[in-house]
């Protein structure tokens, strides 16, 4: 019998410090990367591998020890406009873009509805599990589907915006679908003209203020926010993170009055008639975290939402670290924060 001759190349014991933007020097017991949906289909029919973990950017991720597993990493690549009418265009992004060069593609072609998610670090294809969001604006506003390859068949199933179920960093890949898809490509929405622009979150009306703009065009916003992120987060060449750690998080307005007893200058933003959301990062400064170093592992000096590795930390270092934040902030506040990454 003749064996099945794979084209794929299966390295071994590879280090993963490059891949994660953490920086964690773990290693992948085996390592491969594909490039089209044809060698994703190829590596996951390889049954010498039956243990496989899928890695995009690597900047939702926290690697706490070596991966006995094959590791693919996902390099399919492209940009197409798919369809467009006089007020919008449908463009399709290959999960492995990098997803703020993709932003600035579409800025540079006029295309509006991104512009608020610029220097958000990763790559396209992660973007739809964790409904990426900042200043306003969330990848569900533009999405209309995305691709995946469900792992136990080798299927091809289209998800809609209905079929991912978004919620606030949140989707169906992270539930129900966690582990059993793949995602090749996005499509996203985006306005032609009379672009929609969201200037009343966080810091950007005040940032444009600066600047004299009265009447801002997408790219001075996205100007804007790529200043006030650089201002604030660092930059993953330069010291190891994954950009904000914990998600915010969402109590009942009953809750909150009564924190507000208690501290009456804690800070809030309305997510519907009965709920409030925190930043969990005034909740992390105010229990004295904000700046501080732990060996090798450390909260941000300007950003307390931000973990970091200033070189040589351990995964598990930095999940220590993060326990110690949660554990803190649950006893002063009553609240408990999650983590937006993925601890592995």
Partial sequence: MTQRKTILDIQHNISLKKYNTFGIDVKARYFTS???????????????????????????????????????????????????????????????ENWHEFVLWTLGKGYGGLENLSLIPGNAGTAPIQNIGAYGVELKDVFTACEAVEVSSGNIKEFTLQDCDFGYRDSVFKREAKGKYIITNVTVRLTKNKHSIHTGYGAIRSRLDELGIEHPSIRDVSDAVI???????????????????????VISTHDFEKLKLQHPEIPS?????????????????QCGFKGKRFGE????????????????????????????????????????????????
């Fill in 297 to 344: 592992a450390g909260i941000h000096a300007k950003q307390a939402l931000v973990l970091v590795n200033y070189g040589n930390a351990t995964g598990k270092e930095i999940w220590q670290l993060a326990q110690d934040i949660r554990k803190t902030v649950r006893e002063k506040f009553g609240i408990s924060i999650e983590p937006e990454v993925n601890v592995l």
């Fill in 34 to 96: 594909v490039s089209t949906t044809e060698e994703l289909l190829e590596v996951l029919r390889e049954p010498a591998y039956p243990d496989k973990l899928i890695l995009g950017g690597g900047s939702n991720i926290l690697l706490t020890g070596d991966i006995n597993a094959l590791v693919i990493h996902m390099g399919i690549k492209g940009i197409s406009v798919i369809r467009e009418d006089e007020n919008h265009v449908f463009v399709r992004v290959g999960a492995g």
């Fill in 269 to 285: 933003y309305p997510v519907s008639g009965s709920e409030v959301k925190i930043p969990a990062g005034w909740l992390i400064e």
């Fill in 227 to 249: 200043s006030i992120r650089q201002s604030k987060l660092p930059d993953p060449e330069k010291i190891g993170n994954s950009g904000s750690f914990f998600k915010n998080p």
